[in-house]
């Protein structure tokens, strides 16, 4: 290969990945545009937002919109009863899920592959189908006006956590399970002592995508909850529309931003097992 060859070579690999990096790029800031359209909004002056034509970037920061958002409305309540549902039902949801992911990846039973065809086709009924009957089978329990109705369900296994996990216990060494079993551990045992420790980018995965459903949940806290007492952050958000005084744009952008801001942390916190918990469940492009 002579030196020109090469250089050719060189230079096509490097163009290429430049182009790459440059879409990459242009498609980052895109979808990234109604984030920092947001933080911008929430530093302007009241009704700044309403200027045509749009400042990206205000005139004049102004902070006091944070503080504001806390004398309008209860935020650190509003925190804790979102705090309390998603924490209890990203657990109901880690259990349950890891646990019948683990009957369908590895147990042998009747008609496993039926089932399984079953609850992955729970996932194509829309919500508004099965939106009414809950509610009238959940008011029939006294259950509205009350967290049961958001905290329980996901107790009972929800399909795509199920399926995200099934596929990552397919990948693991089926040697570590029977060498358990020969020392005489059971199924759970196994389950809890060896699957469990192993799945940790899988959970990790599956403990984000429910913490963002579960904390940005806005129409399950407005069907079952009727005190304001009990509001989640995601009403107490919009709660402020409701103030005088609170509804100016600027004011409704910084508690945005405050709401949004626990999401993005625990994704920068969790991305390592995120990724890696993507690419071994079976879902990567």
Do not use: H
């Amino acid at each position: 290969m002579t030196a020109k060859t090469s250089g050719r070579r060189l230079f096509s690999t490097v163009a290429q990945q430049l182009i790459v990096y440059s879409l990459l790029l242009v498609f980052g800031l895109a979808f990234l545009l109604p984030f920092l359209w947001t933080v911008s909004s929430s530093l302007k002056p009241p009704g700044a937002g309403f200027r045509f034509p749009p400042e990206f970037i205000p005139r004049e920061f102004v902070w006091g919109n944070y503080p504001k958002v806390f004398e309008m409305i209860p935020y650190g309540m509003f925190f804790r009863n979102s705090l309390f549902v998603t924490g209890v039902a990203l657990l109901g949801e880690l259990f349950s899920a890891s646990l019948v992911a683990y009957a369908f990846a590895r147990l042998r039973f009747p008609g496993r592959n039926f089932l399984f065809i079953v609850l992955l086709a729970t996932m194509m009924i829309p919500y508004p189908v099965t939106m009414v009957p809950t509610f009238l089978l959940f008011k029939t329990l006294g259950w509205v006006n009350t967290y049961l109705p958001l905290i329980l369900p996901p107790w009972f296994g929800p399909a795509f956590s199920i399926f995200l996990l099934r596929q990552f216990f397919l990948t693991v060494n089926t040697e570590l399970a029977e060498a358990a079993r020969v020392d005489g551990a059971g199924e759970f045992l196994i389950y809890l002592r060896i699957m469990l420790p192993l799945s940790k980018p899988a959970l990790a995965t599956v403990a984000l995508f429910g913490f963002v459903f579960y904390w940005n949940d806005f129409l399950n806290p407005l069907i079952y909850l009727s005190e304001s007492s009990m509001y989640t952050l995601a009403l107490g958000v919009n709660y402020l529309r409701s103030f005088r005084g609170g509804g100016d744009v600027a004011v409704q952008m910084a508690a945005s931003v405050m709401f949004v801001a626990p999401c993005i942390l625990l994704f920068l916190i969790a991305q390592r097992f995120v990724v890696e918990g993507i690419v071994t469940t079976g879902i990567k492009g």
